[in-house]
């Protein structure tokens, strides 16, 4: 598809880029006088609110509230009870399952192979033969296994083809008309939830970028090393560092290309997009875009301002879980979108947030450590405030 965004330039208004943002903006969020309690429980909530106004991508709207730490009514209380007596033991043991079974299968194909080392990287996604096909089908089946246990029963996924009324071809003609496009170099989708990863692997088995810090954990590092995860060290400010965008380019070619689609992003609530790293098309292929949406009543799947073992716990509580998915045409870059690849990723944010119907920002994932911050320092005033109460 050629782009019909070409004209349009990245210059979103009413925000600060990541790039632009001024260094000297880390003032204290939330000030308080130790000696006037009252005056403290005053300032926190007016900041607290014009926090969420700022950091709008990261604020959570479910019933659990910010943190997941809200007042919940009765009822609430009544099904989450129920959820961890009756729910908890029998999925956690489920997904556990899963995930050593699958390590087992990756230990054993991986059996006398040495990983590829290149660029600072590790993995096995150079393997091919049946040990490749094993993982691949296997990784698929379990992927989708574990979002079965988790409560994701039904997902519901749409396809959009490229005629110009916008209509919603069935899945079948859109596989049809799909053989006669150039392959996608990278899958770019919304980052929601770590939940993402599951149905990407489900569906297509991508690579990743990930935390370096992955590639050391128990049963996930060598999971993650057989998708071909592609690890960078964020914090990183040496002269030699190539960060994502480098390392994707210098690897874009050389991984199979039956493996090489790519998903990056920072989590938000669902309801914002964030800006795409340039790395995932800098290789100036077309890009698949993905938007994944969580519909909720009670508890959002959505990984926002929640620590992750809360998050994990209330997850498994909920009875039903829903995920919809929409698949973008293949998306092919004008030759300006070649040339510019901060172009080329801005226009595809923008067809995604208009089919999406997403809010764009241009927050990132340092204004959500401060957020995230700024909420636990206000979590602590609070329990201080209430045992002076008490």
Same mark, same amino acid.
């Given at each position: 598809?050629?782009?019909?965004?070409?004209?349009?330039?990245?210059?979103?208004?009413?925000?600060? #880029?990541?790039? +632009?943002?001024?260094?000297?903006?880390?003032?204290?969020?939330?000030?308080?006088?130790?000696?006037?309690?009252? $005056?403290?429980?005053?300032?926190?909530?007016?900041?607290?609110?014009?926090? =969420?106004?700022?950091?709008?991508?990261?604020?959570?709207?479910?019933?659990?509230? +910010?943190?997941?730490?809200?007042? /919940?009514?009765?009822?609430?209380?009544? /099904?989450?009870?129920?959820?961890?007596?009756?729910?908890?033991?029998?999925?956690?043991?489920?997904?556990?399952? $899963?995930?050593?079974?699958?390590?087992?299968?990756?230990?054993?194909? +991986?059996?006398?192979?040495?990983?590829?080392?290149?660029?600072?990287?590790?993995?096995?996604?150079?393997?091919?033969?049946?040990?490749?096909?094993?993982?691949?089908?296997?990784?698929?089946?379990?992927?989708?296994?574990?979002?079965?246990?988790?409560?994701?029963?039904?997902?519901?996924?749409?396809?959009?083809?490229?005629?110009?009324?916008?209509?919603? @071809? @069935?899945?079948?003609?859109?596989?049809?008309?799909?053989?006669?496009?150039?392959?996608?170099?990278? $899958?770019? #989708?919304?980052?929601?939830?770590?939940?993402?990863?599951?149905?990407?692997?489900?569906?297509?088995?991508?690579?990743?970028?990930?935390?370096?810090?992955?590639?050391?954990?128990?049963?996930?590092?060598?999971?993650?090393?057989?998708?071909?995860? $592609?690890?960078?060290?964020?914090?990183?400010?040496?002269?030699?560092?190539?960060?994502?965008?480098?390392?994707?380019?210098?690897?874009?070619?050389?991984?199979?290309?039956?493996?090489?689609?790519?998903?990056?992003?920072?989590?938000?609530?669902?309801?914002?997009?964030?800006?795409?790293? +340039?790395?995932?098309? /800098?290789?100036?292929? !077309?890009?698949?875009?993905?938007?994944?949406?969580?519909?909720?009543?009670?508890? #959002?799947?959505?990984?926002? #301002?929640?620590?992750?073992?809360?998050?994990?716990?209330?997850?498994?509580?909920?009875?039903? @879980?829903?995920? =919809?998915?929409?698949? /973008?045409?293949?998306?092919?870059?004008?030759?300006?979108?070649?040339?510019? !690849?901060?172009?080329?990723?801005?226009?595809?944010?923008?067809?995604?947030?208009?089919?999406? @119907?997403?809010?764009?920002?241009?927050?990132?994932?340092? =204004?959500?450590?401060?957020?995230?911050?700024?909420?636990?320092?206000?979590?602590?005033?609070?329990?201080?405030?209430?045992?002076?109460?008490?």
């Amino acid at each position: 598809m050629e782009s019909e965004l070409k004209t349009l330039a990245p210059t979103p208004s009413g925000s600060l #880029s990541e790039s +632009t943002m001024p260094i000297d903006d880390d003032r204290p969020l939330l000030k308080s006088d130790p000696n006037t309690p009252q $005056i403290q429980s005053q300032v926190c909530n007016p900041n607290i609110e014009e926090m =969420e106004k700022k950091y709008a991508a990261y604020v959570r709207h479910d019933v659990y509230g +910010t943190m997941g730490r809200g007042e /919940l009514p009765w009822p609430e209380k009544l /099904l989450l009870a129920l959820g961890l007596i009756l729910l908890v033991p029998i999925r956690a043991v489920a997904s556990m399952s $899963i995930l050593v079974i699958y390590y087992i299968i990756c230990r054993l194909c +991986t059996v006398l192979k040495a990983p590829n080392r290149e660029d600072e990287q590790e993995d096995y996604a150079h393997m091919g033969g049946w040990r490749r096909a094993v993982i691949v089908q296997t990784g698929k089946f379990l992927s989708r296994g574990l979002l079965f246990v988790f409560g994701f029963y039904w997902i519901r996924k749409t396809i959009r083809s490229n005629d110009a009324e916008g209509k919603v @071809n @069935n899945e079948n003609e859109s596989m049809d008309q799909s053989e006669d496009m150039e392959r996608p170099g990278a $899958i770019v #989708s919304n980052h929601v939830s770590y939940l993402d990863i599951l149905y990407h692997m489900s569906s297509s088995f991508p690579s990743f970028v990930a935390k370096r810090s992955v590639a050391k954990l128990p049963l996930v590092g060598l999971i993650s090393k057989c998708l071909g995860c $592609i690890y960078v060290q964020r914090e990183s400010k040496s002269s030699n560092f190539k960060g994502v965008s480098g390392i994707f380019f210098s690897l874009f070619h050389s991984i199979c290309l039956n493996s090489s689609p790519l998903t990056e992003g920072t989590t938000t609530n669902g309801d914002y997009i964030l800006p795409f790293k +340039t790395g995932a098309f /800098l290789a100036k292929a !077309p890009v698949l875009p993905v938007i994944l949406r969580y519909p909720y009543q009670r508890f #959002s799947p959505a990984w926002d #301002s929640i620590s992750g073992a809360r998050h994990v716990l209330l997850l498994l509580c909920q009875f039903v @879980n829903y995920m =919809e998915v929409t698949q /973008l045409p293949v998306y092919c870059p004008s030759q300006q979108e070649k040339d510019d !690849p901060k172009l080329y990723a801005e226009n595809v944010r923008r067809l995604m947030a208009r089919e999406g @119907n997403l809010i764009l920002t241009d927050i990132g994932l340092a =204004e959500k450590r401060v957020y995230h911050a700024a909420l636990n320092g206000n979590n602590r005033m609070r329990t201080v405030l209430h045992q002076k109460d008490d």
